[in-house]
């Protein structure tokens, strides 16, 4: 989608750091980081979220991906937590599906704000 945020960073249109990236998907560091590392892992193809009828090799590409990711961050002995926040309520602000990846200190709750 050309007016989206997020493929315009997986297509190299807007500079991201990219910290990790394949055929199929793309992670880069959040703008607004919540945690010391926060990554944002996306698929190259546009999809708005979980219920825009996702094929399950999308799943399987973001799913794979992550250990990937933590490996290229240097937080996969530590520890990290993964995120998708979906709708309104959940706080979804950019309509094209990424896994929140958060680590580099011990998380309480608090880290994700629940309400
Ligand atoms: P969500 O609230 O789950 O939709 O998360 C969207 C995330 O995208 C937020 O954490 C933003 O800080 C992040 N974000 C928005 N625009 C950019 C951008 N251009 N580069 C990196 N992260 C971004
Ligand atoms: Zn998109």
């Known amino acids: 989608m050309s007016d989206c945020i997020f493929c315009l960073i997986a297509n190299g249109t807007i500079p991201a750091g990219i910290v990790w ?24 193809a546009h999809y708005s979220g979980l219920d825009d009828d996702v094929p399950a090799e999308v799943y399987a590409a973001l799913c794979a991906a992550a250990p990937l990711v933590a490996r290229a961050t240097g937080v996969a002995d530590s520890g990290y937590r993964l995120i998708v926040n979906t709708g309104p309520d959940a706080g979804q602000t950019v309509m094209h599906l990424h896994v929140h990846l958060l680590g580099g200190a011990a998380m309480s709750e608090g880290m994700v704000r629940l309400a």
């Open 21 to 44: 990236q394949d055929e199929r998907v793309v992670a880069f560091r959040d703008l607004h980081p919540q945690a010391p590392v926060h990554v944002l892992i996306i698929p190259r």
